[in-house]
């Protein structure tokens, strides 16, 4: 057997751990599938469970879930004695964990050098318990002043420890997402809010979509294979980086982030796969006649979207949307004071605990504060564009700038994304001159002095 995971390990071009992860990963489909077949809500639960320790597991070794154990004890003995205050203990409990397991393990080293561990199953463990305990904590909280996040995540009652095991563990998205919340959890697996059925509401089907996510995924993944022996992370080590013109350098820098997208592209839609074949990513039913069902809450990722994204503001809603809607509802959204508006010191913070989640190397801490910086700058675009709505040229010039600005500053930025070094971030950044720094920067500094005019309907409002 090993000498099989080694051949087959070696056709692919991936290690023998990164193998087993994948075989396990995709063993997700079929198990959640099976999570269907469970009579009544107990037994759901402990299947969950039982089936995402098993898988890990297989993946990580046994060790797996005794990293997996501290946490998820921690929120929940949080959530017994200390109700009010169990979502902040959890949430810098459970990041300082996470940042001591990243610090241990180095997983970022690791996974360039084609090794795995369980650091990214861990990673949204850490997410779905603190998200769980907030809500817990926001269920002592009166509806008057609650965000529509919050009223509808609140929790009212504790969750049991199966339920909650049950949550924490399920194997659909256990080893890369998406996140989803306890309340979503629970209605799924007790067949209410959505899931509920009656004479009147069918059951969705799920295969429609998830062959679509089938598809999806091996397009994605035949594209990286083909792709990923042109554009190596290697090269910007290489002389002949270095003799390429500042244009060719720019090109591969682009190649270098459109080719290493993909394979996040193949992860997240076979875990679309997993959740849609349980049913948990069912969202509800289209407006359309006949209605159709959506599977909003298994997307992690609009890949169109990304790549034809007409401005950066875009990125966060079409790129791991899930982790981007858990800090906008979790970090972003609880740093904005009532009755005032978010800034950028906002967007920063929730950039700065996206950095830390991902890990302490240099190259994710530059990347998401230089991720701030291009959403920063390409608002200011947007905005000049709101201003000339008028002017269908103007606007069509201005939008196609805020297309190309995401385009260059994006795929700049995420150099540092893959390398994570900072000696080799900054190497990148410098071979083309900061390009990717500087133009940001500009459009920010110029919004302040180019402020773009208010639409006569608000001006007219301010004078009556």
């Not at 190649?255 to 394979?263: D, H």
Request: aromatic share 16%; hydrophobic share 45%; with cysteine.
């Amino acid at each position: 057997m090993g000498l099989e995971m080694e051949s087959m390990a070696a056709a692919i071009g991936v290690s023998v751990p990164v193998l087993r992860f994948l075989l396990c990963f995709v063993a997700t489909i079929p198990v959640s599938f099976v999570w269907r077949l469970m009579p009544g809500t107990a037994a759901k639960h402990f299947y969950a469970a039982a089936s995402g320790a098993f898988l890990s597991y297989l993946s990580f070794g046994g060790t797996s879930n005794l990293l997996f154990l501290f946490p998820m004890a921690f929120c929940y003995v949080s959530m017994l004695l200390f109700r009010r205050y169990a979502g902040i203990f959890t949430f810098y409990a459970g990041f300082a964990y996470l940042i001591s397991c990243h610090v241990y393990y180095m997983s970022g080293d690791a996974w360039k050098d084609g090794g795995i561990d369980a650091t990214g199953a861990l990673m949204v463990l850490i997410l779905k318990i603190i998200s769980c305990a907030i809500n817990y904590s926001d269920g002592l909280l009166k509806e008057e002043g609650l965000r529509e996040a919050q009223m509808k995540n609140q929790l009212i009652h504790r969750p049991s420890i199966l339920q909650y095991v049950g949550y924490c563990l399920c194997c659909g998205s256990h080893f890369a997402g998406p996140v989803y919340e306890m309340k979503d959890y629970l209605e799924w697996t007790e067949g209410k809010g959505i899931w509920l059925r009656s004479k009147d509401k069918s059951s969705p089907s799920p295969y429609g979509a998830m062959f679509r996510a089938i598809i999806q995924a091996a397009i994605c993944m035949g594209i990286y294979l083909y792709l990923v022996p042109h554009f190596p992370l290697s090269r910007f080590n290489e002389p002949i980086y270095h003799q390429w013109g500042f244009c060719h350098r720019l090109f591969y820098q682009y190649m270098s982030g459109f080719t290493a997208r993909w394979k996040y592209y193949f992860i997240w839609s076979i875990s679309e796969v997993a959740i849609i074949i349980s049913g948990l990513g069912f969202s509800g039913w289209s407006e359309s006649s006949p209605p159709k069902p959506l599977w909003h809450h298994a997307k992690n990722v609009d890949i169109l979207g990304v790549e034809l994204a007409t401005s950066a503001v875009q990125l966060p809603i079409v790129w791991n949307i899930q982790v981007s809607t858990w800090l906008r509802h979790y970090v972003y959204d609880r740093l904005v004071q009532t009755g005032k508006k978010p800034g950028f010191l906002q967007l920063l913070a929730t950039q700065t605990v996206s950095a830390i989640w991902h890990g302490l190397y240099p190259g994710y801490i530059i990347f998401f504060v230089q991720s701030a910086l291009m959403i920063a700058g390409s608002r200011v675009i947007y905005r000049w564009q709101q201003s000339v709505a008028n002017y269908t040229l103007l606007r069509t010039v201005l939008m196609l700038t805020n297309f190309a600005y995401t385009l260059l500053v994006l795929n700049y930025s995420c150099i540092g994304f893959l390398v994570l070094s900072l000696e080799e971030t900054l190497a990148s950044y410098r071979s083309v001159h900061f390009v990717g720094t500087i133009v940001p920067i500009i459009f920010i500094l110029l919004g302040k002095i180019i402020k773009p005019a208010r639409p006569p309907r608000a001006k007219a409002q301010k004078i009556q």
